[in-house]
């Protein structure tokens, strides 16, 4: 089966469990084409080795030939996608990134016009689902797409449509699937796919070379991973003498003013930022460390985590994880069983639950078993990408 997959860009850093999703997809026999909306802004990340990569279409002589073939081949289309453009204000910035991102559907579906593919399918509901659902317009082909979260810029009218026109919607969370619920204005078919991982027979952990802790945080260095939360709960730790080394793996905008954080508290011989990593380099280093924390809190904004996918990883490979009890996380974390939940936000409570992880490893060490079981038993890759296979064959039956 030919099915083409619509990335804001490729490769990504930050989206492994997509990248993951198409190798699986590969080595079960599916063939697959990738068709990119932007450049990376890493230049590395996640490949998948035996799929096709569709160029860049940023050209106006692109634009203007995928218009044409538009205007030819689907003209009620078109005017559709004109009113699509139209549900944010006229000539508002969102306005003119909804028409670019118009021209470049248009010029992906004249590329992908000879390819024939047998299904679209598209992560996140956000560009790329609204892409995938014009090109399917387009190409008279059926799309899915899978939701992480419902934070994002585009009308809600538009995110309707591209919800309710898919052959199907799966979503990561029994959170999201109720919001989606709530967003579509008719009954949907939705179903829970959770972001797999591949499970490792027998999760090696690298031997302890020193009497500090080791924590670990990995993610983009933004607000809503709560990092600032994290280092106020180091400056507890280290003022309630708990030897620690913390190491941060991530990069993002907020890097120079955290960094400057952990100077003013004196944190900088016990956290080290190591900025964006491969995930092979991400997986080495949960290995080497003792507890993944994930302190992430709602924002202003109100952009918000999933299930952070190094969650899951941590705990296949056996490592504690202490995070907030916060969007859909405590479906992944049952507190005082496979992990610890704390209050968003609240540096005391993380810096108590770390404390506590440290002064009990016994206990630590029965949750670090239960964690992983429970990734073995919801999480495993194979299984879920089965289920989505299964369900993207029916949409071409």
């Not at 909804?98 to 390819?115: E, F, K, P, Y």
């Not at 560009?127 to 090109?135: G, P, Y």
């Not at 670990?216 to 939360?229: M, N, P, Q, S, Y």
């Not at 380099?281 to 190094?310: F, K, Q, W, Y």
């Amino acid at each position: 089966m030919d099915i083409t997959y619509i990335l804001s860009q490729y490769p990504a850093r930050s989206e492994t469990f997509i990248a993951r999703e198409m190798r699986e997809l590969v080595r079960r026999g599916d063939d697959l084409t990738i068709a990119r909306l932007r450049w990376s802004d890493t230049g590395s990340g996640m490949r998948v080795e035996d799929a096709t990569v569709l160029g860049l279409h940023w050209n106006p002589i692109d634009w203007l030939l995928g218009l044409g073939w538009g205007l030819a081949k689907a003209p009620r289309v078109v005017l559709r996608i004109g009113r699509d453009i139209g549900t944010a204000a006229t000539l508002s910035s969102l306005w003119w990134r909804l028409l670019v991102l118009a021209l470049v559907a248009l010029a992906l579906g004249r590329s992908l016009r000879h390819q024939s593919p047998d299904h679209l399918r598209a992560h996140l509901l956000d560009s790329e689902a609204i892409v995938a659902r014009w090109l399917s317009q387009l190409l008279g082909v059926p799309y899915s797409v899978t939701i992480h979260t419902l934070t994002t810029r585009f009308p809600p009218p538009l995110l309707r449509r591209t919800v309710e026109d898919a052959s199907f919607c799966a979503t990561i969370s029994q959170e999201t699937k109720h919001m989606v619920g709530a967003l579509a204005s008719q009954t949907l078919p939705v179903r829970l796919i959770r972001n797999g991982v591949r499970i490792p027979v027998c999760p090696s952990r690298s031997q302890r070379t020193s009497s500090r802790v080791q924590l670990l945080a990995v993610g983009r260095l933004i607000e809503k991973k709560g990092f600032d939360v994290l280092l106020n709960a180091c400056s507890l730790l280290r003022s309630w003498i708990r030897p620690f080394q913390c190491t941060v793996i991530g990069d993002g905008p907020l890097r120079p003013s955290l960094e400057d954080q952990a100077r003013q508290q004196g944190l900088t011989p016990f956290v080290t930022f190591h900025g964006a990593q491969p995930n092979e380099e991400v997986l080495r280093a949960i290995r080497r460390h003792d507890i993944l924390a994930m302190p992430s809190r709602p924002t202003e904004t109100g952009d918000r985590d999933g299930i952070p996918t190094v969650l899951i990883e941590a705990m296949a490979h056996g490592t504690f994880v202490v995070a907030s009890a916060f969007a859909a996380i405590p479906e992944l974390i049952v507190d005082g069983e496979t992990g610890r939940l704390v209050p968003p936000g609240d540096p005391e409570a993380l810096a108590r639950a770390l404390a506590r992880a440290v002064d009990r490893p016994q206990e630590v060490a029965r949750m670090r078993m239960r964690g992983r079981a429970r990734i073995v038993r919801d999480f495993n890759l194979a299984r879920e990408v089965g289920t989505l296979q299964t369900l993207i064959r029916s949409t071409t039956q």
